[in-house]
């Protein structure tokens, strides 16, 4: 069965970097888009950084743009978030996502926590 399994999450000061990674499983990784997203205390889940199938191509979150790099391995079914310059309000749950067949999948999270 499809599973999407995140890990890399901790607290950090804020400035630090942490990086995301997202191991898949159960499915044709290299012909599907992946992408991350997060949700905070209160808010609603949004989307924070997508990479195509093949990893040329990307998208970000305004708010994120210049700090956060998504990108994949294909050889490793494994999609990464790099998190530069973290800042309190990127404190969330982050999850990996991909769409298969028209049914979403989702991980179980991993909380990133960025306080002095």
């Known amino acids: 069965q499809v599973q999407v399994v995140e890990s890399g999450g901790g607290l950090v000061q804020p400035g630090a970097s942490l990086r995301l990674s997202c191991a898949a499983s159960?499915?044709?990784?290299?012909?599907?888009?992946m992408s991350w997203h997060r949700q905070a205390l209160g808010k609603e889940r949004e989307l924070v950084a997508q990479?195509?199938?093949?990893?040329?191509?990307?998208n970000y979150a305004d708010s994120v743009k210049g700090r956060f790099t998504i990108s994949r391995d294909n050889a490793k079914n494994t999609v990464y978030l790099q998190m530069n310059s973290l800042k309190p309000e990127d404190t969330a749950v982050y999850y990996c996502?991909?769409?298969?067949?028209?049914?979403?999948?989702w991980g179980q999270g991993t909380q990133v926590t960025v306080s002095s």
């Open positions: 159960g499915f044709t990784f290299s012909s599907y888009p």
């Open positions: 990479i195509s199938a093949t990893g040329d191509s990307t």
């Open positions: 996502y991909v769409r298969r067949l028209l049914k979403d999948y």
